[in-house]
């Protein structure tokens, strides 16, 4: 079966998420990979948005913006979205419109039919499962796994919603309708970006994350609070970032693995901390959800303009770690790294991430962790005399935290010397420890992963990607490769330290970023003296996908 794209459009609070939530659990129950994202204004009611279901039989986890079924809910989202319709798609509308439409009046039928208009959702679900073909006792199981809490009365007006919306669509389909999708033996895992990080952060053996909600960041710290006893991760809600940072560093600093979470405005605010972080050495793991700035910006958008500002964040130098996941299996992988390393190295570790990757659900066939936590706490019993910026060969001093034995943890954010007091000697301790904490640099970069490279054996021209933007490239080579064009992919998801990396040298190279100024290219061209002639760039708050990179690829090579 080809790829089908289900397309839900109304106004924020008329239960679009709902709805999309309902049919993809519904498609993954019927055995389909499934991908969702979202586009939504920054309201809380009104305005138009939409929510988009990427249905396959195996997972494809790239946006899609073209429909084979539009269902809107308003008259306004009928307006703004069927130029996405295909030519042969199907629209859905609550009133009469043009020839092809199904007119089916979801609010009508729950209030006249069911009884209330809350119910109106559970019609329109029951009418997507009906031109898509999908098995109606399906979408019951799912329904009954998500109303069982709320008593038999209600289950049994959901049921009856959803076999009215059923039937209403399946009697209206005639020959508009051509799909089926029956059940089958295959099992995904559905999850979400944001809902990965958290579980991840807790398999790490995260303890604490303080933050102050920022979209598209949010449902980090949410998750977190909801599975507080679950998880075992105490969450704090700060009055602002620079609390949120600071709360961190001390939970760092008292021996917890810990975390904060933001987006570009609230990550400018902690800044200082970053900086204090290098200073004293304390471990802490920091979620940068990029969305197009500046100032506020498209707050409920998506974009990867932040990769320098977190690269270079941070006034005097030290090191850190930059790490950019392309889903949220990956970003599971990339947490429980961040942890692992910013308390190896005990320093800051910053994980990019964005609107799309944060919203997105995606469809795998296995979820299994490929790494598991390690820890770095020195053992105080092998320690006489304690110096907590031991000058080592390798720059990593041991870190005890106070009360883990008799010895005194003194840390200080002024240049100190190895035992933590503050140091004015220019001549020998200063240089001493600059040097120290930049050694630990050399054995990070050992360990930062090299890209991910994809049929660049015969490439002509390859295209340099990084973070969420892989599944669209990798699409777009799909389809330039069906046309003849000779194009191999390099992905980045370990971007600072950069390893060491021969890049082809018989291949032209661009970038393909969702930011205007192409910002990887000018770290790969300061860093390794590359030259990009050109690049594909999305900076109007949507996300890449493979369609639009491939025409932009023959808009500049005609």
Same mark, same amino acid.
């Given at each position: ?105 979801? *609010?009508?039928? $729950? ?7 809350? /119910? +109106?959702?559970?019609? &329109?679900?029951? =009418?997507?499962? !009906? ?109 602002? *970032?620079?609390? $949120? ?7 760092? /600093? +008292?021996?917890?693995? &810990?975390?904060? =979470?933001?987006? !570009? ?112 706490? $020195? ?180």
């Amino acid at each position: 079966m080809e790829d089908l794209n289900v397309v839900i459009a109304g106004a924020a609070g008329e239960g679009i998420q709902t709805v999309g939530e309902v049919l993809a659990k519904t498609l993954v129950a019927q055995g389909y990979a499934v991908f969702t994202w979202k586009e939504y204004e920054s309201r809380i009611r009104g305005g138009l948005n939409s929510y988009s279901i990427r249905i396959g039989e195996a997972p494809k986890n790239a946006p899609l913006f073209k429909a084979d079924v539009l269902l809107a809910l308003n008259q306004g989202a009928v307006e703004k979205y069927q130029d996405l319709l295909k030519e042969e798609g199907v629209l859905m509308a609550q009133e009469e419109g043009k020839e092809g439409v199904i007119a089916i009046p979801f *609010e009508d039928i $729950a209030k006249k039919e069911v009884g209330k208009k809350i /119910y +109106a959702n559970t019609v &329109a679900v029951g =009418a997507l499962v !009906g031109v898509l073909g999908v098995d109606l006792e399906t979408l019951k199981t799912v329904l009954k796994q998500i109303f069982s809490s709320k008593g038999e009365e209600v289950q049994e007006a959901n049921y009856q919603a959803a076999e009215i919306g059923f039937e209403r669509a399946q009697r209206d389909c005639q020959d508009m309708c051509p799909w089926s999708l029956p059940p089958r033996d295959n099992t995904y895992f559905f999850v979400g970006g944001n809902d990965a990080i958290p579980i991840a952060a807790a398999y790490a053996g995260c303890r604490f994350i303080s933050a102050y909600p920022m979209t598209p960041s949010t449902g980090i710290i949410t998750f977190l609070s909801k599975a507080q006893d679950r998880l075992g991760v105490f969450a704090e809600q700060a009055e602002d *970032e620079i609390g $949120a940072i600071n709360m961190a560093l001390g939970a760092g /600093y +008292a021996g917890a693995r &810990a975390m904060t =979470a933001t987006s !570009g405005g609230g990550f400018a605010l902690m800044v200082e901390g970053i900086s204090m972080a290098g200073m004293t050495e304390t471990p802490v793991v920091v979620v940068l959800a990029q969305r197009p700035g500046p100032a506020t910006g498209l707050p409920t958008r998506t974009a990867q303009g932040d990769l320098l500002f977190a690269i270079n964040a941070g006034h005097g130098e030290f090191l850190k770690l930059v790490l950019a996941p392309y889903d949220a299996k990956d970003a599971f992988q990339k947490t429980v790294r961040a942890f692992n390393l910013a308390d190896k190295y005990q320093i800051p570790v910053i994980l990019l991430t964005d609107q799309l990757l944060a919203d997105a659900h995606y469809s795998y066939t296995d979820f299994e962790p490929a790494t598991s936590a390690s820890y770095h706490l $020195a053992d105080p019993s092998e320690i006489d005399h304690y110096k907590r910026y031991h000058l080592s060969s390798n720059g990593i001093s041991p870190r005890l935290y106070p009360g883990q034995s008799a010895h005194l943890v003194c840390v200080d954010s002024d240049e100190h010397d190895e035992q933590g007091h503050i140091t004015e000697d220019l001549s020998k301790t200063v240089p001493a420890m600059v040097e120290k904490r930049l050694t630990k640099g050399e054995g990070l970069k050992n360990e930062v992963a090299p890209p991910e490279e994809i049929q660049i054996e015969d490439a002509e021209v390859v295209l340099v990607g990084w973070g969420s933007a892989r599944a669209a490239i990798l699409e777009s080579i799909h389809l330039l490769r069906e046309e003849d064009v000779k194009v191999g992919m390099i992905h980045f998801t370990e971007l600072w330290p950069l390893p060491d990396y021969r890049f082809p040298e018989n291949a032209s190279l661009l970038t393909v970023e969702n930011n205007a100024t192409a910002q990887l290219a000018r770290l790969l061209r300061s860093e390794f003296s590359l030259s990009f002639k050109e690049n594909i760039r999305r900076y109007d708050g949507l996300p890449l996908t493979g369609e639009y990179i491939r025409r932009q690829f023959h808009a500049q090579h005609r």
